[in-house]
Structure formats: C-alpha cells, structure tokens
C-alpha cells in the first residue's frame, strides 16, 4: 500500500512540476495568437471600410501579421453589394410602378475579390485597376479561422485521449463601408 502512494505521489508531482506549465504555457501562446489575429482582423477591415477598397499591399499586409503567429489560416471575405430595386405590380409594364424599392445585397467572396487584387496581368502592385472598389453603404466582413493543431490542442488532447476541433482561433468581424476613395 506504501509503494502505491508513493507512486501516486510522483506522478502528481510531475504533472504539477511539469505538464500543468507546459500545457499553460501553451495555452497563453494560443491566447496571444487570437489577440494578434482579432487586432490584425479589425485593423483590415477598419481601414477598408474606410477607404472603400482593398488593395494588394494591403491584404497581403494583413496575411503577413496573421502567419506571423506560426499558425495556418482560412481566410474568407465578404462583400455585400446594396442595391436599391424599384417594385412594380408588372414587371414588362413600367406604369406599374408601386412607388417603393426594395434593398438586394449582391454577394462577393474570396474567388471574386482575389482576381481582382491579384490578376494574371503584370500589372504593379499600386496599379488602380488591382484596387478591388466597394461603395457607401456595402458591407465588408472577413472571417479568420486557424486550419492547424496549435501546440496547445495536442497537448490537451493526449491528456484528454480526445480529439478535439483544429478551431481554436475563430475571429469574424465586418461593417458597413464608411467611405469611397479614388
């Protein structure tokens, strides 16, 4: 009974000396990752809304600082064209217009925006026509999501003999467009 408590004992020992700092350690290391990659998201999507457009050097900016985490990402925009659509009684009869609009959003994401910021052309980097332009009162939104195992989920998940979601950074964040440059 003697050499079971002592071997209870030592296995405490080490998981309190040495994987509980490990595995906070790690945990910190993620906690960091997500505040880089939230202040990093907000920052793009504050500065596209409000020059109403995304240039090249400006996503490729934002992708620096996220990878500079040592994580992978998914990567996703949004862009909500507003359209204001006039409502007829009969659409072929233009008299029958009932005098009121209706708002569509047409909707662009990444395999529309990126040809734009990144076409087969050698067109420059500061080129205009690489600008992908949005207007007042669209939405922009980007969405960030880690696609790799951080440290920290491995470590959880053999103390756990689990498996847990890759998910551990999921930041979404975006708003109407405040301004239009040329």
């Known amino acids: 009974m003697n050499s079971f408590l002592k071997i209870f ?31 990093a998201t907000t920052t793009f999507v504050d500065a596209v809304r409000d020059k109403g457009y995304v240039t090249p050097t400006m996503y490729n900016d934002f992708m620096k600082v996220i990878a500079a985490t040592g994580n992978s990402f998914d990567v996703q925009m ?11 009684d ?9 005098g009121s609009y209706e708002v569509h959003y047409d909707m662009f994401y990444n395999a529309q925006i990126l040809p734009v910021l990144f076409p087969i052309s050698a067109a420059a980097k500061d080129d205009p026509t690489r600008r992908y332009k949005l207007h007042v009162g669209d939405t922009f939104a980007v969405t960030v999501k880690n696609t790799n195992r951080t440290p920290g989920t491995i470590l959880f998940d053999f103390l756990n003999q689990a ?12 708003g109407v467009v405040r301004n239009e440059m040329d």
């Open 9 to 39: 004992a030592v296995l405490v020992a080490v998981l309190l000396l040495y994987l509980y700092p490990i595995a906070e350690a790690f945990n910190q290391q993620d906690d960091i990752s997500e505040m880089v990659v939230l202040k």
């Open 78 to 88: 949004e862009h909500g064209s507003k359209k204001y659509v006039p409502v007829y």
């Open 90 to 98: 009969d659409p072929t009869r233009p008299e029958t217009f009932r």
């Open 163 to 174: 498996i847990s979601s890759n998910e551990i950074i999921f930041i979404p964040y975006g």
